[in-house]
């Protein structure tokens, strides 16, 4: 039984027992999008997908999830009796995750019998939403790296364990190598990476000894060697490397505090000078895309980046003005007509234009036209059961999603805001389909 049966807000459950009770079971569509991005993101990726379709494959109640139900006597017994045997029936249309897409367009459609697309509303925007917002901040900060390697250091920062571990997974989507976080590693097959902390150097008689000692332990480990002095601890990896001769097999030194920039280059002029080439330098310490693009367009000569805080809760924007609204009921297109919060009504798809294999704009379009360019909205789930499943292995999702940004327009890449280099328009007939969808609701 799912334990995540109850997670959906109680307005969730009350409509759905007003529906049920009011015989208003037909099919409904509800689209899932993102009306505005935030403001230093020129798009977003697509992500999370995998996990929701999961969560509501095996939504069920058990019977103590119905007892806490009753025991709010708000609900009456049939509608429980309804709860115990719920099943989703319904289907879902979706953007492959690791798929850029842009304001307003659905990131993903449910088309179910009403009551069943309502009750896992709260369910789809978490799942969504968070990793939606985690992969897209990842990729700007791979984007930041200019090649250079990152790796997740953020699970003692993300907000919660969930948060963290499929944290760990929506960044390697986004381009990150890997994660610190072991259970993420076991969860999503994600490659793991770690090297030491300042405690193992603080406990040791000294900081040579704390570097003996440990690659003794892991021959090819990485070294800290900021602990005291940074370039003193540099030279104390030299002289571990003078003694053991051939034997020294560390990897790499990590520099987390001080001039990054500076401290990198008399590093690696140091650890060259001493023919240790081959050992990298990895760099971390209140990282963000802002200060990697600095030190790459500088040129600092770091290997690595370890990044924590900023990428796990996605400090500089970490939300999202993520909606999912009723679209059609019945056969008959809805949408709101509040002030700043338009949907466009009925069942949509998205079709996005390419000139040679470059990106040049997205269509909105109704479901059932046929553009000269990709739809990017398929079947994933049919009569509640997943489809395509291949499309669901993490290393594909990772392939995809890097092929897809690259074949976006240079400029959307950078840092920078250019969110005007890309169209994205509504077709003719979903444009007239709204235009008359609201004046029959303005009446």
């Keep these: 039984m799912s ?17 049920l009770e009011l015989g208003m079971t037909e099919q409904a569509t509800f689209s899932l999008f993102v009306r505005r991005l935030p403001p230093k993101r020129n798009f977003l990726i697509a992500c999370g997908l995998a996990n929701l379709l999961n969560e ?3 939504l069920r109640f058990d019977g103590e999830q119905i007892d806490y139900l009753g025991s709010l006597k708000i609900f009456s017994s049939a509608f429980l009796d309804w709860l115990q045997g719920f099943r989703f029936s319904g289907d879902i249309h979706a953007m492959r995750e690791g798929t850029p897409f842009f304001e307003n367009e659905p990131i993903l459609e449910v088309i179910a019998p009403i009551a069943e697309a309502q009750l896992i509303e709260t369910l789809v925007l978490n799942q969504i939403g968070l990793q939606t917002i985690l992969s897209s901040k990842a990729a700007r900060i791979v984007a930041a790296a200019r090649g250079r390697v990152v790796i997740d250091f953020g699970a003692r920062r993300a907000q919660g364990l969930d948060a963290a571990t499929i944290g760990a ?33 603080e406990a040791c008689a000294s900081e040579a000894e704390a570097f ?4 003794e332990v892991f021959p090819e480990t990485t ?16 002289a571990l490397a003078r003694m053991r001769g051939e034997g020294f097999k560390v990897r790499a030194i990590r520099l987390d505090s001080g001039d990054l920039d500076k401290l990198s280059r008399e590093a690696r002029q140091m650890l060259d000078e001493a023919g240790l080439n081959d050992v990298q330098i990895i760099a971390s310490g209140g ?22 805080t900023d990428m796990a809760v996605s400090s500089d924007a970490p939300a999202l003005d993520i909606a999912y609204k009723l679209t059609e009921y019945a056969g008959v297109g809805r949408m709101k007509l509040s002030t700043g919060k338009r949907s466009l009504p009925g069942r949509k798809q998205v079709f996005r234009q390419f000139r040679d294999g470059f990106a040049t704009g997205d269509v909105i379009a109704r479901a059932g036209e046929n553009l000269p360019s990709i739809a990017l909205l398929r079947p994933v789930m049919l009569a509640g059961r997943r489809v395509a499943s291949e499309a669901f292995e993490l290393s594909q999702i990772h392939a995809h999603a890097e092929e897809a940004l690259a074949a976006l327009p240079s400029k959307l890449r ?20 709204e235009r008359l969808t609201r004046e029959r609701l303005s009446r």
């Design 3 to 19: 334990s995540n049966a109850l997670f959906a807000d109680l307005y969730e459950f009350t409509m759905l027992r007003a529906y």
């Design 414 to 433: 950078t840092l920078q805001s250019h969110k005007s280099l890309y169209d994205v328009v509504i077709s003719r007939q979903l444009s007239d389909y």
């Design 223 to 238: 070294l800290l060697v900021d602990t005291y002095d940074t370039i003193e601890g540099v030279k104390k990896v030299i």
């Design 287 to 308: 990282l963000d895309e802002a200060r990697i693009d600095a030190l790459t367009a500088r040129d600092a000569p770091i290997d690595i980046f370890g990044v924590g």
């Design 56 to 58: 509501i494959e095996n």
């Design 169 to 201: 997974r929506a960044f390697f989507v986004g381009g990150v190598a890997s994660t610190s976080n072991v259970a993420a590693g076991k969860a999503y097959g994600l490659p793991v990476a770690g090297t030491m902390a300042h405690s193992f150097v």
């Design 212 to 215: 003996r000692v440990f690659s």
